[in-house]
């Protein structure tokens, strides 16, 4: 009998540690679980946000370097030259402002800002609010361009000069705006001519819509190069004063 229920006090003591143990066990479980949900997650949550911070930077900076890529990559082919022509237009620019300066390194280029209209895609057509003027650039290769003539005098065969006289036709909504001639005298791979847009000259309504620029050679009228943009702009209350009229 006494043994009896030593076995059974035992049993019971047996049963208590056991449920003892697995309840430490469970509750050492959740504050795992716990330390778990509170520290490890929130880690990766953070971690998650800066990759995704850093993903998104990085595709804004791809974004940015592709088009600065388009920019350059649109310089670099727009003054290939097709080298069988005796004038090749390299590019048109259409700038804020030409350096005139002869002792600085952009002398004769288009500096503070400007776009070039010479596209590989004709239908390219960049627009333009530069105000109250602009400057239309080109950059001309004349390195097979024949600029002497054989003539015959008393004393001989003599070689005289004869330049290429060019033009730059500029038109806003197909009506002429100006007309610039200029010669060639030399063989350059870079001819570089520009002519100045004063804008206050017309209405301000006047002058928004499309414009054309055409570098004509005028020993036969050939058309060298012919390209479009267009001017649009968000106007303030003192530019839409009427200061002129284009005249028909």
């Known amino acids: 009998m006494k043994k009896n229920n030593l076995s059974k006090y035992l049993f ?3 049963a208590f540690i056991i449920v003892f143990l697995l309840a430490s066990y469970t509750n050492d479980s959740k504050v795992d679980a716990k330390i778990i949900q509170e520290s490890d997650f929130s880690i990766d949550k953070e971690k998650l946000n800066e990759l995704t911070n850093q993903t998104i930077n990085e595709e804004e900076s791809d974004v940015e370097l592709v088009e600065s890529e388009i920019e350059e990559s649109t310089e670099i082919n727009d003054n290939v030259t097709d080298t069988n022509q005796p004038i090749v237009v390299n590019s048109i620019k259409i700038a804020k402002k030409v350096d005139t300066d002869p002792n600085s390194n952009s002398y004769r280029e288009p500096i503070n800002a400007y776009k070039t209209i010479t596209t590989l895609d004709n239908k390219v057509v960049k627009d333009i609010d530069y105000y109250p003027s602009f400057y239309i650039w080109t950059s001309i290769n004349t390195e097979n361009l024949e600029l002497n003539l054989r003539e015959m005098s008393s004393s001989g065969e003599l070689l005289v000069l004869n330049p290429a006289n060019l033009s730059m036709l500029i038109t806003c909504n197909e009506i002429q705006v100006s007309e610039f001639e200029f010669n060639v005298n030399a063989k350059t791979p870079r001819w570089r001519e520009w002519v100045e847009v004063d ?50």
């Open 199 to 248: 804008l206050t000259q017309f209405e301000s309504e006047s002058i928004v819509g499309n414009w054309n620029v055409k570098i004509i050679n005028k020993k036969d009228n050939q058309i060298l190069e012919n390209r479009s943009f267009s001017f649009n702009k968000d106007w303030e209350a003192d530019e839409l004063r009427q200061t002129a009229e284009i005249i028909y």
């Open 12 to 14: 019971g003591i047996s």
